[in-house]
């Protein structure tokens, strides 16, 4: 149970586990994307993986688009600085490393490594 909130806390379920981090490896792209806005949010799907992606001092950032806690979506969250804040229960994680800067989480979201070439996001964790 939450501390925060009191709210039922769901156990997220991850497949392999190569980086150590409890992320899987993972790799995809994104045809005709357009980048968000400076400090935006958008969402994509990659190997069948929900990713939220930022635009932060013109660099693009990629995290797992679902929250650590309670399985909320990131990408309806708000960018503040390089961190994705969650907007159930204000959660932020760093979006260069994935960390937990604030709870509810406890744990980090997976990282993707993102870049732009050609009108095409290349995603890759």
Do not use: I, Y
């Amino acid at each position: 149970m939450c501390t925060e909130c009191g709210c039922e806390a769901s156990s997220l379920a991850t497949t392999e586990d190569v980086a150590g981090d409890g992320s899987a490896a993972a790799k995809g792209t994104v045809s005709d994307f357009v980048p968000p806005e400076e400090g935006e949010l958008t969402a994509v799907t990659v190997d069948g993986v929900a990713v939220a992606v930022a635009t932060v001092g013109g660099e693009l950032f990629a995290v797992d688009d679902t929250c650590t806690h309670q399985g909320c979506s990131l990408s309806d969250g708000e960018v503040e600085g390089s961190a994705v804040v969650c907007p159930c229960h204000f959660g932020r994680f760093d979006l260069r490393t994935g960390k937990v800067l604030n709870g509810p989480p406890e744990r980090p979201v997976a990282v993707w490594k993102a870049r732009l070439l050609n009108g095409t996001l290349e995603l890759e964790r």
